[in-house]
């Protein structure tokens, strides 16, 4: 079993800017591709970006490109960020860090078998 635990959400104003934690503990993998999605009342889950293998290779949704970033602290993708910038009220959500055994990554939920409780992020306009 792999926990997740995210940390860092709360209100904003839009244009602002916000950074969520993810924390892996529990079974190790040789490779942990971490990735976070949204949810908001009534919609599907959202992928937003996922971090994989040991090059630390990322993937964006084109609606949070080139303003959010996804890093890791170290090789073992343990524990990584989601540096958001130029925030929207669109991206108000709950965020949920999920992890899977790698190499790897995708786009779909379904996929992941660890998930964190999730973590607010409002952003007022």
């Known amino acids: 079993q792999v926990y997740l635990v995210e940390s860092g959400g709360g209100l904003v104003q839009a244009g602002g800017s916000l950074r969520l934690s993810c924390a892996a503990n529990g079974r190790t993998f040789s490779t942990l591709t971490m990735a976070w999605f949204r949810q908001v009342p009534g919609k599907d889950r959202e992928f937003v970006a996922a971090?994989?293998?040991?090059?630390?290779?990322?993937?964006y949704a084109d609606s949070v490109k080139a303003r959010f970033t996804l890093s890791r602290e170290s090789a073992d993708n343990k524990l990584v960020y989601l540096q958001m910038n130029s925030l929207g009220p669109e991206d108000t959500a709950v965020y949920y860090c999920?992890?899977?055994?790698?190499?790897?990554?995708?786009?779909?939920?379904?996929?992941?078998?660890?998930w964190g409780r999730g973590t607010q992020v409002n952003v007022s306009s």
């Open positions: 971090l994989s293998n040991e090059q630390g290779d990322t993937a």
């Open positions: 999920a992890a899977m055994p790698g190499p790897g990554w995708s786009r779909l939920p379904d996929h992941y078998g660890f």
